[in-house]
């Protein structure tokens, strides 16, 4: 194996063809880490930060060509945690649910240790990965957990939870009669009803021949027309957003990843969805609904009219909500559950591994002195106030 270090978004370009590939192949599928939407995170986010990008390839024999097996996005961390020491993160860009990187099945354990390798090197010049929103379950898992064993590591869990996945039953009627209460089915019939007074719901799907530009605008108004737009955290709101949502958008369309549904309801585009296709799987990224029709939970109608969908294909095996654990919303729709953990991993020994043991005794002085500091504040705040009334 051979580590190359990029260090930006143009020689990463240089290496789209392989990338893709890399991603077709790849043991844990991730498109927010192909090219289609990280170089546009990398235009519009990665300004101002120190980003690396690390290439793993398998030497080629004779006349075969090297072969990309790994990508994984470093970002440069110093000071770590106010620590005057140098850590590594994967890097979580703005809009990232998943920090899974692309690595080719046949050769996962070698291009994780390849990795690893380098971050122990002089090179690196880090002692600590920080590592957030992995998969904490399935082979990924298992082969990070056998690496770690092996370089004698242990990593500091930083947060650990589960978040809602969706997996087809035998029909979509099994499917939400399994996850919604007998109460919250007859509250759903009742809102539909309603809803449906106001003209025939329709339910549609952005197919091959959609003007794409017009269904991104359309979710833009939307989702800026309520709570995110008067907060500032709808994608419209700023430039950086927009644009990355606009050209990422774009790109899945292109490469027939994108998947945007929309609900009418007296022609009028009441809620629209965007969600990735990768594989046999699905990442949920933007939901948006118009809140004059709040009352009816339109983003909750749409949801059921996907599940509805996806049972009516074959293609789509589960879905991803990319949520986050106290959603209530997908955690009754989507009754599977996925293992997302954050970790921090000594990468050389000696100072990492005391940084990693010492952590959550410094997060627990950190709360301590903050509490106390809190409660000493507010009977200062009270004594005052007894004085001031005598």
Not at 45 to 51: Q, R
Not at 103 to 119: G, H, P, Q, T, Y
Not at 155 to 171: D, H, S
Request: net charge neutral; charged share 25%.
């Amino acid at each position: 194996m051979e580590v190359r270090i990029i260090s930006d978004s143009e020689g990463l370009a240089e290496h789209v063809a392989a990338w893709e590939m890399l991603a077709a192949d790849a043991l844990e599928p991730n498109p927010f880490y192909e090219h289609w939407m990280l170089l546009p995170a990398i235009r519009h986010f990665g300004g101002g930060k120190d980003l690396k990008f690390l290439l793993v390839f398998q030497n080629g024999t004779g006349q075969s060509p090297s072969v990309l097996c790994g990508m994984f996005p470093l970002e440069r961390i110093r000071p770590y945690m106010g620590l005057p020491v140098g850590a590594w993160s994967i890097w979580k860009y703005n809009h990232c649910p998943l920090t899974m990187p692309l690595i080719r099945k046949n050769c996962a354990r070698e291009v994780l240790a390849a990795l690893f390798d380098w971050l122990a090197s002089a090179e690196a010049g880090g002692h600590l990965l920080d590592w957030r929103y992995v998969l904490g379950e399935g082979v990924f898992h298992q082969i990070l957990v056998d690496q770690l064993h092996a370089m004698g590591e242990v990593p500091l869990i930083w947060e650990w939870f589960t978040r809602a996945l969706f997996r087809p039953l035998e029909t979509a009627d099994r499917y939400i009669t399994t996850a919604l209460s007998g109460k919250h089915r007859k509250a759903f019939k009742r809102r539909s009803e309603l809803l449906a007074d106001l003209g025939p719901p329709e339910f549609r799907v952005a197919d091959e021949g959609a003007d794409i530009a017009d269904w991104i605008e359309s979710f833009l108004r939307i989702e800026s027309s309520g709570w995110k737009g008067r907060e500032g955290s709808a994608m419209a709101c700023s430039e950086a957003n927009r644009s990355f949502f606009v050209e990422a958008v774009s790109g899945a369309f292109r490469k027939r990843r994108l998947l945007m549904t929309a609900m009418d309801v007296g022609g009028k585009t009441i809620a629209q969805n965007c969600y990735f296709r990768v594989g046999a799987g699905s990442f949920h990224f933007k939901p948006a609904f118009d809140e004059e029709y709040a009352r009816f939970s339109p983003g909750f109608h749409m949801e059921c009219e996907l599940i509805r969908y996806l049972h009516g294909q074959s293609e789509i095996e589960w879905m991803d909500s990319c949520t986050s654990s106290g959603n209530e919303m997908y955690n009754r729709l989507f009754i599977a559950r996925r293992t997302i953990q954050s970790l921090i991993i000594p990468t050389r020994g000696g100072v990492g591994g005391f940084l990693v043991s010492a952590i959550p005794c410094l997060r627990y002085l950190k709360r301590t002195a903050r509490a106390r500091f809190t409660s000493a504040r507010n009977r200062r705040a009270e004594s005052e106030i007894t004085e001031g009334a005598k």
